[in-house]
């Protein structure tokens, strides 16, 4: 798994069956040293292709992969190849080794032949995966499940190209990342309205889970400058080193493990959204006549194109996602980073761009009525209990809470993510 082979390589299916594949290696270090020695807290693993054939390059090796189907092989075959040249270097567990993976290729099976070399990483090796927001959209399952794997493993995670995308913003408190890694143009042209905005959603994250920051793409003094300012505490680019092999004396190094773990949330366990807010708010009785405006007010809070936030929402039937609230959501869904409905009867795809999860008549959440939306620094939640009566549909009562309590509207929230990646 060096990279070193005598098969001829003639297809992207030579490299992966040849695990042709070699790792270079950028450090990682802590910017409130760079002045002095460049303090080295760890290194991020770089794949690179066979050279001189058409799949030397990352990105278009990962392409042909996909093309062939194979995108699940190839990412195991990246990080099992980073971890053994790792290991080989002796790597010492107060380095931090970050590897790349493709958040739905943390799902598919190891290929039996890697499963030592992960075996064995899992025991020597102190490992910060990076995974990106751009699968949240179609499948959100796979990035919160792939975060849960890393977590399950020991291992860190990290937010990879936070500002890339606006809607990245909103994802993080979801992927609950222990590095937040900000986006190479950003540090690099820090001014403007856009950069403001990311830096203050970054900061808020950091400041309340304790998470590190990393400023990707440091050239110069100027832009080591620009990421202190943003508050990273940590930083990479080529201002500290190029990519290549690791040094002949890593096994040597020392660290004082500056790229913290940070505790994880609480799991839902099973809970519905309302149980959730009802155990920590009062509740009250109300109509849905009267709770309809405090659901439109959130829905509207949900439309924001500069901090794109997100919005899951439980109906009960879909018969409730109505025409009109088709269209309202589908208008939503053109900014929205990410726009989820639950109740019965519903397609995978009601509306454009609306991610459905159909409810069995049985499930428990189908007594519920949950509107939530969570962005960078709004949060707010209704969660509502049908009282089961007969009659008008305006006249039906609930039992309600609504939140503001950005904790608890996210508590509330993962509990109906999980709903969604369960069923």
């Not at 203050?200 to 400023?215: I, K, Q, T």
């Not at 960078?376 to 009659?391: E, I, K, Q, Y």
């Amino acid at each position: 798994m060096d990279g070193r082979t005598t098969t001829i390589i003639r297809s992207v299916d030579d490299v992966l069956d040849a695990r042709a594949v070699t790792t270079v290696f950028q450090p990682i270090v802590r910017l409130d040293s760079w002045r002095a020695r460049h303090e080295v807290v760890g290194y991020e693993a770089l794949t690179r292709g066979p050279a001189g054939t058409p799949w030397e390059e990352p990105l278009r090796l990962f392409e042909a992969a996909a093309e062939r189907g194979r995108l699940g092989e190839l990412d195991w075959i990246c990080r099992a190849t980073a971890y053994r040249t790792a290991l080989d270097a002796g790597l010492p567990i107060g380095l931090t080794l970050f590897v790349n993976a493709e958040p739905a290729a943390l799902g598919t099976p190891c290929p039996p032949d890697l499963a030592p070399t992960i075996l064995d990483a899992q025991l020597r090796l102190r490992v910060v995966t990076e995974l990106t927001e751009r699968a949240i959209g179609d499948d959100p399952s796979a990035l919160v499940t792939a975060a849960e794997a890393c977590r399950g493993a020991g291992w860190g995670v990290a937010l990879d190209d936070v500002g890339a995308q606006p809607a990245s913003l909103s994802v993080m408190p979801f992927v609950h990342p222990d590095v937040v890694k900000i986006d190479r143009p950003l540090v690099q042209h820090p001014d403007g309205a856009y950069a403001a905005r990311v830096v203050n959603a970054v900061v808020a994250y950091a400041e309340r889970s304790g998470a590190a920051v990393l400023a990707e793409g440091i050239e110069t003094p100027e832009h080591a400058a620009a990421a202190l300012g943003m508050g990273a505490t940590l930083g990479q680019g080529w201002l500290f080193g190029r990519p290549g092999p690791l040094p002949d004396d890593v096994a040597d190094r020392r660290c004082s493990l500056s790229v913290p773990f940070v505790a994880p949330p609480a799991p839902a366990g099973g809970r519905t959204p309302y149980e959730i807010v009802a155990a920590r708010r009062p509740t009250a009785e109300a109509t849905k006549r009267m709770l309809l405006p405090l659901s439109r007010y959130l829905e509207a809070k949900a439309q924001d194109p500069a901090e794109p936030p997100m919005l899951l929402a439980a109906f009960q039937e879909g018969g409730h996602f109505t025409p009109a609230t088709t269209r309202r959501y589908a208008a939503i869904a053109e900014t929205a980073a990410l726009v989820a409905v639950l109740g019965t009867d519903l397609p995978g795809t009601p509306a454009p761009g609306v991610r459905g999860t159909a409810l069995t008549r049985d499930d428990p959440l189908r007594g519920e009525w949950t509107v939530i939306v969570v962005g960078p620094h709004f949060a707010g939640a209704l969660v509502a209990r049908d009282l089961a009566d007969t009659g008008p549909q305006l006249d039906r009562r609930f039992t309600y809470a609504l939140t503001y309590d950005r904790d608890l509207v996210l508590d509330a929230a993962r509990a109906l993510l999980q709903w969604i990646v369960q069923t």
